[in-house]
């Protein structure tokens, strides 16, 4: 069966720090990956999607990046911590095509900028 | 870009009465997915849809794709206090390798 990893739990960083958050899959191959952010109450915002090995597709210009070095990892990092960068971060992964597309989500990383 | 209206937004009810919360949009979908969020946790996929006019059960929750395929909707019937969370309805169309998320119906449930 697929289970979906993501590290740490909870963060609590400084403004001005940098962060670097990780996702992984496993029991899956070739699996597209994809990096939301959920503020508190609200919705979800997609971040970046993965559709493979360093591809990456950024859907809103923010003060974050994404990078995908093996098939089933992928990551999200930031030079400078913003306050506005608070949040629920949630990463999830989907086999797509075939018509039969589901995605399932991983536990999520709270992250607290002060 | 596509959009996903969801209804209503939040949901005050009694233990034991049924809910009801649906997703329209204006473009025309391929599937449809159903989730429920708890608190601090990642949504989990409730019920997934794929053709028009399907209609699917699980347990109490039962989920229809529209024959127009622009909307679905989610019922759940005689509610209990775990229903309480956040319900989120996604489209995916044809061709894109994403989905498209409605802002979520939040269910309350008075004892």
């Known amino acids: 069966s697929q289970t979906i990893h993501q590290w740490p739990a909870t963060l609590v960083q400084p403004v001005g720090s940098p962060l670097s958050l990780e996702c992984t899959v496993e029991?899956?191959?070739?699996?597209?990956l994809y990096w939301y952010r959920q503020a508190a109450g609200r919705g979800l915002q997609l971040l970046f999607y993965?559709?493979?090995?360093g591809q990456i597709s950024s859907e809103v210009p923010q003060n974050l990046s994404a990078s995908r070095p093996q098939d089933r990892q992928f990551i999200l990092s930031s030079k400078k911590l913003l306050l506005s960068d608070s949040g629920f971060y949630l990463c999830?992964?989907?086999?797509w095509g075939g018509g039969l597309e589901t995605q399932y989500f991983g536990p999520g990383t709270r992250l607290l900028v002060l | 870009g596509q959009q996903l209206n969801q209804s209503p937004q939040s949901m005050f009810i009694q233990e034991g009465e049924d809910v009801s919360m649906n997703c329209t949009s204006s473009?025309?979908?391929?599937?449809w997915l159903w989730y429920k969020q708890d608190p601090g946790e990642g949504p989990v996929l409730l019920i997934a849809?794929?053709?028009?006019?399907e209609l699917t059960s699980n347990g109490r929750l039962t989920a229809q794709f529209g024959i127009t395929r622009k909307d679905s909707f989610l019922n759940i019937s005689a509610s209990i206090p775990s229903d309480v969370g956040i319900y989120f309805c996604?489209?995916?169309?044809?061709?894109?390798?994403?989905?498209?998320f409605g802002q979520g119906t939040r269910l309350t449930i008075n004892p």
């Open positions: 993965s559709v493979g090995i």
């Open positions: 996604a489209g995916a169309v044809q061709g894109a390798q994403k989905l498209v």
């Open positions: 029991g899956t191959s070739n699996p597209n």
């Open positions: 999830a992964w989907s086999v």
């Open positions: 849809l794929y053709k028009a006019g």
């Open positions: 473009s025309i979908f391929n599937t």
